[in-house]
Every structure is written in structure tokens, then in C-alpha cells.
């Protein structure tokens, strides 16, 4: 079975801090992962996405994951948190089945930055 | 590019009415897929289209939701009866294909809330 899991419902941070929002998955077949954000009444918006490139992938606004497989995880990380990155985050898994691929969102995870 | 359009973009209506949603997704977009976001929660699929035929619909409640897309274009979510738990915000998504061996990213659209009274 597959299946998606965000460590932490949430994430408090200072802005100019670090910020790690942290995602395992399973998965019997090699996963595609994404990372989408959704800002208050306003779409899902997609981060970065891995598929079996690079292992270390950079998306928009300076966040970026690592694909980890011994660790079955990828974790999103940013050096420095904005207050405009205040916002929920979803570690998304694709897994092929047949038909097509099929899409696992996490639960979530909500990112607080404080002034 | 447009995006993905939805509408309407808020409905309240009383448990045991109808409801239908309609989801216009980006041109040329081949695949089109319906969630449900239960406050607090990450959004679960309901119905995945490739073109006007059903891929997955394997957490759709049949006996209260149906969806269709014909000509391959617009798709139409309806719940009848609805009830109290399908309080929730909808969203439709598309992607430029979803054949094996391809993944491709999905654009959403800004969704609907749906409240049951």
C-alpha cells in the first residue's frame, strides 16, 4: 500500500530562521513526490516535484527538498522563512497503478512565521 | 494561460438537497480530477478522468456522488442526497496527461466550498 505521512501538524518559526516541514512516504514501486502550498482561500500551488532525477530538488521561493530513500523521506527546507510563507504545506506521493498514476495527499502541515 | 475554473465558489444548501459543481480545466488538459478537503485535512480524490473515460473512482460514494466529463472538456461533481459530512471544499484539478509511465504536475483551481445546513 502507499501512503503519505507529514511528521508535524505544525511548524512554528521565526521569520529569518530555518524552516524543515518533514515528510516520509511509502511506497512499493519508486514514487514520484511533490510538495504543494495553499495559502489561505487561494489554489493549491505547486513547490517542486521529484521524479527520479536529481535527488536534491529546488523549487520556487527558494524552498527545495531531498529525495532519501534508504530514509523514505523527503523534506522540505528553506534557509531563511519569509511572513509570506506562512501557509499549509502537503507532501504529495504518485504512485503508478493501472490505469494511470495515482495521487496521495498528506494531512498537512501548517507554517506559522513570526515577526 | 488561464487556469483551472471553478464554480460556484461558495453553496450552502440543507442536508438531503442536490448540489452540482462544475470544473472548466486548462486547454488541451487531458486529465481532470475531483478532491474533497474536509477542514483539517489533506484533500482526498474522488474521481480521476482521462479524457471523457473514468481512471479511478474508487473513493467516490456511489450511492450519493456522481461525476461526469463528457467530451472530454468540463466536468460536472453532483451530490444527491447531500449530507451534514459533505461539508467540505472541492477541488478540481487537471493535468496535461496521466498515461503510465508519465507523471505530470497538476494545476488546481480555486474550489468550492460546499456547507451543509
Known amino acids: 500500500a502507499q501512503s503519505v505521512t507529514q511528521l508535524d501538524s505544525h511548524v512554528s518559526v521565526s521569520e529569518g530562521t530555518p524552516v524543515l516541514l518533514r515528510c516520509n512516504y511509502s511506497?512499493?514501486?519508486?514514487?514520484?513526490l511533490f510538495w504543494y502550498v495553499q495559502h489561505p482561500n487561494k489554489g493549491l500551488q505547486l513547490l517542486l516535484k521529484?521524479?527520479?532525477?536529481?535527488?536534491l530538488v529546488k523549487g520556487i521561493n527558494g524552498f527545495e527538498a531531498e529525495f532519501k530513500k534508504s530514509e523514505t523521506s523527503f523534506h522540505l527546507t528553506k534557509p531563511s522563512a519569509h511572513m509570506s510563507d506562512a501557509a499549509e504545506y502537503f507532501c504529495?506521493?504518485?504512485?503508478?497503478?493501472?490505469?494511470?498514476?495515482?495521487?496521495?495527499f498528506g494531512a498537512g502541515t501548517r507554517l506559522f512565521v513570526k515577526a | 494561460e488561464a487556469g483551472v475554473a471553478q464554480s460556484p465558489r461558495y453553496k450552502i444548501i440543507e442536508k438531503r438537497q442536490s448540489v452540482a459543481f462544475w470544473c472548466n480545466p486548462i486547454?488541451?488538459?487531458?486529465?481532470l480530477y475531483w478532491y474533497q478537503q474536509i477542514l483539517g485535512q489533506g484533500p482526498k480524490l474522488l474521481i480521476q478522468?482521462?479524457?471523457?473515460?473514468?481512471?479511478?473512482d474508487s473513493q467516490l460514494p456511489k450511492d450519493r456522488f456522481s461525476a461526469e466529463r463528457l467530451k472530454g472538456v468540463d466536468s460536472t461533481l453532483k451530490i444527491q442526497p447531500a449530507k451534514l459530512e459533505d461539508s467540505a471544499v472541492y477541488l478540481c484539478?487537471?493535468?496535461?496527461?496521466?498515461?503510465?509511465?508519465?507523471?505530470?504536475?497538476?494545476?488546481f483551481g480555486p474550489g468550492t466550498r460546499l456547507t451543509v445546513l
Open positions: 484539478a487537471s493535468s496535461l496527461r496521466n498515461a503510465q509511465g508519465y507523471t505530470d504536475t497538476q494545476y
Open positions: 511506497s512499493s514501486y519508486s514514487p514520484s
Open positions: 521529484y521524479t527520479s532525477a536529481a535527488t
Open positions: 504529495v506521493v504518485s504512485v503508478l497503478r493501472t490505469g494511470g498514476f495515482k495521487t496521495i
Open positions: 486547454s488541451g488538459h487531458a486529465t
Open positions: 478522468f482521462q479524457n471523457n473515460g473514468v481512471v479511478d
